[in-house]
């Protein structure tokens, strides 16, 4: 079969990469996994090997490329891990230290100390983010100030920084571009939200010298060209780059401002197109930028939580109440209510819109009658209640009332969960049948950047999408949230 011209999605995340071929209708013809080892030095330090992270593209582009065939590629996308922070040297293209995890929290008492010297609001105004280690800038700080004579090569241009983007499009191009998308950018704390160019001031605040920082671009055209390296093409176009969350809400198709996706992984991440111009949260969300295209900026509100398919880990493997993660769905299923049980499940503290690093999980509401299929099924409705918090505080920031949550990621498989979300949030869960949608994303930005129309086939259209709709009584989803906030105040 004569496939025409294909696009390549490039999905590296946290613990792998995924690389999936995919045709004009969005077929997937070939598809790759690698793992990345993870590295722990330090009690709330996270490190990858950014070499690592290049050979795990290299092999799951193999992978791909051999399922599919050697087809023409007409252009690759990437999307990223966000905020993980890699140094190299610009000469020899080899990381000067390890990449510090976007989830790594040594930097929280500089980013504590900053927020003691009442620099809070100016940075929510520049960047639409909150001082958090989260973000990279005070990670690129502390390398720095950790390894030996890097601030002064720093300075004088000798050295490069990027988030998983850059890297990975320095080394498709042997070193023949250093730049970096807006969606990405905007998770740095370094870029003006709303000129979308490095902010001297920021720069100041966390001392990143500016030559450092790569070219800002757009997430969607002819970014920069592959040279060939095993099984990757010469003179490939890179036509997009875009954060893992921003790639995830293109892939949904949430075009239109007011549009929604969550998706839940280790921790839910929640997205909201808010349309052309940025908007700054009262309620503690993050301004983010979404994508750009040729035909704009889409600016997004965005809003996480630390712990929801990690909490049914917990149940597995803290607790021993279930074997595997896909038994907590049964087990929930097997009783018709959470018998009183609320679990408010601030394992790492809570994020937004609370952001409370103090926070620490509890389950209240136990008695003598309580079982572990109560405890399963509170597991499933402080997931969704997260949600539900972030979703409220969306709507109250845009003015938007969302009717219906686009949802993907693979916790989403439990459909009982899926069931509660729609319940508690009294509006359609939408799971489309397409759930690699976050590399199904960057492919589309791709084929948007070099002009190649796509024409999906019914595997990612609403048609053939599971659509979840709100049943429960609205005393007993009332009981269930005044339960929560009562929970979320004693945490």
Known sequence: MNHGPVV???????????????????????????E???????????????????????????????QSGALEIAAIGITNQRETTVLWDRATGKPVAPAIVWQDRRTAKMCDRLRAEGLEPLVRERTGLLLDPYFSASKIAWLLENTPDLRRRAEAGEIAFGTVD????????????????VSNASRTLLLDLHALQWNPEMCRIFGVPAALLPKVGPTSGRLAVTRAAGEIPEGIALAAAAGDQQAALFGQQCLRAGDAKCTFGTGSFLLMNVGPRPVLSRHRLLGTVAWQTAAGTVWALEGSAFVSGALIQWLRDGLGIIQKAADSEGLAASVPDDGGVTIVPALAGLGAPHWRSEARGAILGLTRGTRAAHIARAALQAIALQTVDLVHAMEQDSGRSLTALRVDGGTTANNLLMQIQADLLGADIIRPAQVELTAVG???????????????????????????????????????LVCWREAIAKA
């Open 8 to 34: 390549v999605g490039i999905d590296q995340g946290t613990t792998g990469t995924t690389v999936l071929v995919l045709d004009q209708h969005l077929a997937i013809l070939g598809r790759g996994y690698c």
């Open 36 to 66: 990345i080892p993870q590295s722990y030095p330090q009690p709330g330090q996270v490190e990858h090997d950014p070499e690592a992270i290049w050979q795990s593209v290299l092999t799951a582009f193999a992978q791909a490329r051999a």
């Open 166 to 181: 850059s890297w990975l499009m320095w080394r498709f191009s042997q070193g023949q571009f250093h730049l970096t998308d």
């Open 442 to 480: 960057a492919a589309r930005l791709a084929a948007e950047g070099v002009g190649l129309d796509i024409h999906p086939q019914d595997a990612t259209a609403d048609s053939a999408a599971t659509i979840f709709h709100p049943r429960m009584p609205a005393r007993e989803r009332d009981r269930i």
